[in-house]
Nanobody
Framework: QVQLVESGGGLAQAGGSLRLSCTASGSAFSIGAMGWYRQAPGKQRELVAVIARGGSTNLADSVKGRFSVFRDNAKNTVDLQMNSLKPEDTAVYYC?????????WGRGTQVTVSS
């Protein structure tokens, strides 16, 4: 059974930084794309950043230049480094991985940015 464990959320001031981590376990198959989504109150879940197994990345326009995504294929981890945080980055952040065309989600971790 695939499990995702997220960590690193919390409270930050505008302009500050946070790093989110996600560790996947329980899969007998290689993990494809890994990434992060977020959902703010009253809004739909949206893509923040995704990284392919080979390392290519795709980031939402709203976070380009501020956020970076990393993965370690040996450890099955994906990290999201968030710099220059803004109040509009406040949301629940969800880890997402793709295995054999199936998506798996973490439970989410709250990120709150105060102005």
């Amino acid at each position: 059974q695939v499990q995702l464990v997220e960590s690193g959320g919390g409270l930050a001031q505008a302009g500050g930084s946070l790093r989110l981590s996600c560790t996947a376990s329980g899969s007998a198959f290689s993990i494809g794309a890994m990434g992060w989504y977020r959902q703010a109150p009253g809004k739909q879940r949206e893509l923040v950043a995704v990284i392919a197994r080979g390392g290519s990345t795709n980031l939402a326009d709203s976070v380009k230049g501020r956020f970076s995504v990393f993965r370690d294929n040996a450890k099955n981890t994906v990290d999201l480094q968030m710099n220059s945080l803004k109040p509009e980055d406040t949301a629940v952040y969800y880890c997402n991985i793709q295995i054999a065309l199936r998506a798996y989600w973490g439970r989410g971790t709250q990120v709150t940015v105060s102005s």
